[in-house]
């Protein structure tokens, strides 16, 4: 789509843009040691110079004196904790006078939100939220609410981290669909195409320059590095058939013997959607509150079902994260769940890596 | 608020053992929420609120505090045979407190290393939890727990339901209330990933790592954790101190505190 040239110095013209059109804007701050999403009033609000280097189980930021506000790849969250709550009140219950029961459901605000920086792989992930939460079965009301009103910022990666893959998935480096802006991030400004007719309206107040040739090029050459910087691949996009014909390898009960059943990895992920439902009645008993929160196939409720854990151990619990994921994934959505960002491996305490995992499992079995 | 009192309310009592009473103030603590509970249910002992009555039958007994002593052991029977439903609140009644660190030691000789007359001390070499000595009907962990989850306990009872029961690890609250993993992102040696929910993630959320005050979660796998531990530069003694806390009474937590202690005899 149209394409034009922001130089690095008129990068607030974008935000006050989107302030006009009556957006909030949340964007990349370091915080707590992270990237994360968080309010941006100006551009002195967004990380400047900060670069992430990411090590199964290890995260760390370094301040540089880069000028550039996106040379890092991403944080524990993506957009699933924006649009897919990790833990919301979905309605109310108060008993009447004559005994009935009332409910009120709990509509969540219609907010609009712009987010900057959003990463490819994010984009893909919301993709496949979108199939699971605004499905054929009906939409869900909380997730519909939030993400109609959603504006999303791409912005291509330059620097994807150590443990980042989506080059392997198909589902990065550069944003191709999903966004209503990208942005090309360079030394001297930012090349910004618009993906949607909004994007489009907010780009064309922006007054951008023609981007030159030498912009172009060096766009490309960031873009051929940071494909190849990637070096993690998953041994197949479609690994239903050597998860499922593998389900007694002994890799399960090895990685099993390894993993703490914490659930990091599936919260952080950004495609998965277990919730768990959550009953707080008031200590009067005339009134209760109905909540979902996060929760994970590691967790022991997770495979409750009356009188029965289905998944007592951790070799059934990993194996039913890593067969669902990049198996029977292909059934509900037509694609693996996986979109290659990393972010398991990083954020798992003890470094587990899905790609070494999957490889091990997948052994002597082709790809389809 | 109404709180027009129940006519046959459950009787509830609290017992205390041996412990800080800290447990009780989440009891004490509840504000507002107090007289509506006494309106709901009758405290008939409740030491710490004026009440005495130790021998009276209840409907639900909270017990605080670990089994510590000779009396401990033949009061908490009394206790159970008066009580329709026995609550161990807090990590002393249900993993034998900070204080069971004498059950790994010599604990005379600690007693004649501190007191001038320790002869007038009349305690067992253990401390222990309650359900090691009578049937416990629930399990309520944290040092100390907090209002929320005797509230969701009393609620559920008076529903004639049975309580929920927390088991799940700490991370998972962590996560959701968005808390940048501290272990990952500082090198902190957190707990979260063998410990019990229950606190919302309280020491993740103000940037230090977590030390197992709600003892071991379900499914713990503390030799993959401690070594984690020692990745992040703890010796061996440091790692057995991290189990052998708060919780050490926790089998699984001594279990793996004694292996690393060990490690180096
Ligand atoms: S499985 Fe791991 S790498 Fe793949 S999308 Fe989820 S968090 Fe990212
Ligand atoms: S996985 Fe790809 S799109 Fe996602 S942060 Fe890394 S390089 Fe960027
Ligand atoms: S793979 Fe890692 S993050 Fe996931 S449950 Fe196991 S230890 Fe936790
Ligand atoms: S900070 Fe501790 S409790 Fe939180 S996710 Fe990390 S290891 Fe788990």
Redesign the pocket.
């Given at each position: 789509m149209e394409t034009g040239f922001l130089p690095r110095g008129r990068f607030h013209e974008l935000l006050a843009a989107l302030h006009r059109s009556g957006y909030r804007c949340l964007g990349p701050r370091v915080r707590e040691g992270a990237i994360v999403y968080a309010a941006i009033l100006v551009a002195e609000d967004l990380p400047r110079g900060a670069r992430d280097h990411q090590a199964a189980g290890h995260y760390r930021i370094e301040q540089t004196a880069s000028p550039r506000y996106f040379a890092w790849?991403?944080g524990p969250q993506a957009l699933k904790p924006i649009v897919f709550a990790p833990q919301e009140v979905l309605w109310r219950v108060r008993r009447q006078a004559d005994g009935g029961l009332e409910f009120h459901r709990q509509t969540p605000p219609a907010e609009r939100l712009a987010v900057i920086g959003v990463?490819?792989?994010?984009l893909a992930a919301l993709a496949l939220q979108d199939r699971h939460f605004l499905g054929a079965a009906g939409d869900d009301p909380h997730y519909a609410a939030r993400r109609a009103e959603l504006f999303l910022v791409a912005v291509h990666?330059s620097d994807?981290?150590d443990v980042?893959?989506?080059?392997s998935t198909g589902?990065?480096?550069q944003?191709s669909s999903g966004f209503d802006l990208a942005l090309c991030e360079l030394d001297s400004g930012f090349i910004v195409e618009s993906g949607s007719d909004r994007g489009a309206v907010v780009a064309a107040e922006l007054g951008l320059e023609a981007v030159g040739g030498d912009a172009r090029a060096a766009a490309a050459r960031q873009a051929d590095a940071?494909r190849t910087r990637?070096h993690r691949s998953l041994p197949g996009r479609d690994l239903r058939a050597a998860l499922f014909a593998n389900l007694e390898h002994p890799g399960w009960e090895e990685v099993a013997g390894r993993c703490l059943a914490c659930g990091n990895c599936t919260s952080v992920c950004p495609t998965c959607f277990c919730h768990a439902s959550v009953e707080t009645p008031a200590l009067d008993g005339g009134m209760s509150v109905h909540a979902r929160a996060w929760d994970s196939c590691f967790s022991q409720g997770h495979s409750y079902i009356h009188g029965l854990t289905v998944r007592s151990d951790t070799r059934a619990r990993y194996r039913q994260w890593l067969t669902h994921k990049l198996g029977s994934w292909h059934e509900q959505f037509g694609r693996s769940g996986c979109?290659?960002?990393?972010r398991c491996i990083s954020w798992c305490p003890v470094g587990i890596d899905i790609t070494e995992e999957a490889a091990t499992v997948c052994t002597g079995v082709a790809d389809e | 608020m109404s709180t027009v009192v129940a006519k046959d309310r459950p009787r509830a009592a609290v017992h205390k053992f041996a412990s800080c009473d800290g447990c009780q103030l989440a009891l004490l603590n509840l504000g507002e929420d107090l007289l509506l509970l006494s309106s709901l249910v009758e405290f008939v002992h409740f030491a710490e609120a004026g009440q005495v009555n130790p021998e009276a039958p209840v409907d639900i007994a909270f017990v605080e505090g670990s089994i510590s002593t000779a009396k401990d052991v033949e009061r908490i029977q009394r206790v159970r045979a008066r009580s329709r439903f026995l609550v161990a609140i807090g990590a002393c009644a249900t993993a034998g407190g900070l204080q069971a660190l004498r059950n790994l030691a010599d604990g005379q000789a600690w007693i004649a290393d501190v007191y001038a007359s320790p002869d007038y001390v009349d305690s067992l070499q253990s401390s222990t939890a309650v359900a090691q000595h009578v049937k416990v009907d629930l399990e309520l962990w944290g040092c100390p727990v907090n209002s929320r989850q005797l509230i969701a306990a009393v609620r559920a009872l008076l529903f004639g339901v049975a309580p929920f029961e927390e088991h799940d690890k700490v991370c998972l609250e962590c996560k959701r209330a968005q808390v940048v993993c501290v272990m990952v992102a500082h090198g902190l040696p957190c707990m979260g990933p063998v410990t019990r929910t229950g606190c919302g993630a309280l020491c993740p959320s103000f940037g230090r790592d977590c030390y197992a005050c709600y003892g071991p979660a379900e499914n713990p796998n503390t030799e993959v954790l401690g070594r984690r531990l020692e990745g992040l530069g703890l010796a061996p003694a440091a790692i057995g101190r991290c189990f052998l806390s708060i919780n050490n009474g926790a089998p699984p937590f001594t279990e793996a505190g004694l292996r690393r202690v060990h490690e180096h005899d």
């Open positions: 790849a991403n990463r490819a792989c994010d990666c994807p981290s980042c893959f989506c080059v589902d990065g480096p944003a940071a990637q979109v290659g960002c990393g | -």
